[in-house]
């Protein structure tokens, strides 16, 4: 066999687990971490190693698996009765080359370092498995690493099948292994399901390759939490935040002032400029660019967008697929939906929604008001509570709004309609036809004046 195939890397990723600890009918590797499935997480890290081929075992909700990663290039494996970890692996060997070396990774344990799978990945060599472990405070549920009195690996003990001297063994199985892919498939011949939850046990090839004489290559992590595996609800609330603390550190790392670390999360790709500060509170999903000397007040969310230089994000705004420009001012209370695209120094006030429109430069939309499906010109005053009735109850409309506009409070632009350069729209009216250029327009009932009109009085018997 070819050099290039035996120094190839092959990853094993186990995912048909139903994760009945979970308590949920979303297979386990579903649930999201840091708003995306832990598969995915789990999926990126190992594609950092560049292996010639990922295997991910499925099975438990194999359709909502599959669907979810569709557009994934893995090579996906049926194991349509999960009878443990081993016989997973069991199943997945064959679509192998014999002479790769394979990474076993699960699909539970979302936030491995690259780097130590890397070096784990290097240790196992033929007859050698590599195995990394770690030590934990808490090991309750996992496997535990049992040594020979000259601190060689032994075996691993399940939880369930270990004794109380066992139990009391603070190093655990993370669960990544790295061996030939031929020496796992004769290993894993040899597990059998004799234990406490009658499984193949993965865990069981380390005592069939000691008893074989091979010595067991281990590696304990640097930072435990980093291969802490997600079998409830409890451990992902905790994996959530160790994961949330750890972006916030890399952030503070480059200049940017998080007033609590604690109260950050952060979602997918997020890049900061510079002098950047963020209250407490916020939220931000990814893909995100934002600025530089960008100020986000408390409780916001701000999702899919870029945040020009110097936006200033004025507390309690969602701000969603939208790209606003420098020196803007939102908030607080505005709500800016996908496809709002705003030029610099616009300033959107509170419980205003922009939904899918152009805001030209300087142009101010301050209090109460609606802008949707709108394309709305530079140095445009828009009063407060002005609404552009976009929909006539079956189709969107546009309405156009030039230069300089002044729109009087609680105005209705009926779209489609047009307002030219420099028009002027009375407070209180109701806009169903274009007002040329530097035209005022008056769409209000006159108003009359009744004299001598007096409030009904009570009278005695009421
Ligand atoms: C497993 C290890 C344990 C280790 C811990 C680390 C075994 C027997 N035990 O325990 O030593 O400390 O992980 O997190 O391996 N899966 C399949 N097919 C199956 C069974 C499981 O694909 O038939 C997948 C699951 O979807 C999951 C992974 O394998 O992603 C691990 O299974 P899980 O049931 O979570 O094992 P643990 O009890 O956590
Ligand atoms: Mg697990």
Redesign the pocket.
């Known amino acids: 066999m070819s050099a290039q195939v035996e120094q190839s890397l092959e990853v094993i990723?186990?995912?048909?687990?139903?994760?009945?600890?979970m308590y949920s009918d979303l297979?386990?590797?579903l649930h999201e971490l840091a708003g995306e499935p832990?598969l995915a997480h789990v999926l990126r890290c190992v594609k950092q190693l560049s292996p010639r081929a990922v295997h991910v075992?499925?099975?438990?909700g194999a359709e909502a698996v599959r669907s979810r990663f569709q557009s994934e290039k893995v090579n996906w494996i049926l194991?349509s009765?999960?009878?443990?970890?081993?016989?997973?692996v069991k199943t997945a060997l064959p679509s192998l080359h014999p002479d790769s070396k394979a990474l076993i990774v699960?699909?539970?344990?979302p936030l491995a370092d690259p780097v130590e799978l890397s070096a784990l990945t290097e240790a196992a060599d033929a007859g050698r498995p590599a195995l990394l472990t770690a030590k934990l405070d808490n090991p309750n549920?996992?496997?535990?690493v049992v040594r020979m009195e000259n601190g060689s690996v032994r075996r691993?003990v399940?939880?369930k099948d270990a004794g109380s001297a066992e139990l009391r063994i603070t190093e655990?199985?993370?669960?990544f292994v790295a061996a030939k892919v031929s020496d796992l498939a004769r290993w894993l011949e040899r597990v059998d399901n004799c234990n406490a939850?009658k499984?193949?046990?993965?865990?069981?090839l380390i005592a069939v390759a000691a008893n074989e004489g091979c010595a067991i290559a281990d590696k304990q992590v640097l930072d435990a939490a980093s291969?802490?595996?997600?079998?409830s609800k409890t451990d992902l609330a905790l994996l959530e935040r160790y994961y949330q603390r750890k972006r916030a550190g890399t952030y503070l790392q480059q200049g940017v002032t998080i007033i609590d670390p604690g109260r950050l999360d952060v979602r997918g790709e997020v890049a900061f400029g510079c002098d950047c500060v963020v209250d407490v509170n916020v939220v931000l999903q990814g893909p995100l660019q934002i600025g530089d000397g960008v100020y986000i007040e408390a409780n916001s969310i701000i999702r899919r967008s870029t945040i020009g230089d110097h936006v200033h994000i004025k507390p309690h705004c969602v701000i969603e697929g939208a790209a606003i420009g420098p020196k803007a001012i939102i908030g607080p209370f505005a709500r800016i939906r996908p496809g709002t695209k705003t030029a610099d120094d616009v300033h959107i006030g509170n419980f205003v929604e922009v939904k899918n429109s152009a805001l030209g430069s300087g142009t101010k939309v301050n209090h109460l008001s609606y802008v949707g499906d709108s394309t709305v010109g530079s140095g445009v005053n828009i009063g407060a509570g002005v609404i552009t009735c976009n929909y006539d109850g079956k189709y969107k409309h546009q309405t156009q709004i030039g230069d300089n506009v002044f729109v009087g409070s609680d105005s209705q632009l009926i779209a489609p309609v047009k307002l030219g350069d420099g028009a002027i729209v009375g407070a209180g009216s109701t806009i169903t036809h274009d007002v040329p250029a530097d035209t005022l327009a008056l769409g209000r009932a006159k108003q009359k004046l009744v004299k001598s009109r007096r409030r009904p009085q009570k009278k005695d018997s009421d």
């Open positions: 990723v186990l995912a048909a687990g139903k994760g009945t600890r297979p386990k590797v832990l075992v499925y099975g438990h194991q009765e999960q009878q443990g970890t081993g016989h997973a699960y699909g539970d344990v549920g996992y496997g535990r691993i399940e939880q655990v199985n993370t669960g939850q499984e193949y046990y993965l865990t069981d291969v802490q595996g997600v079998n």
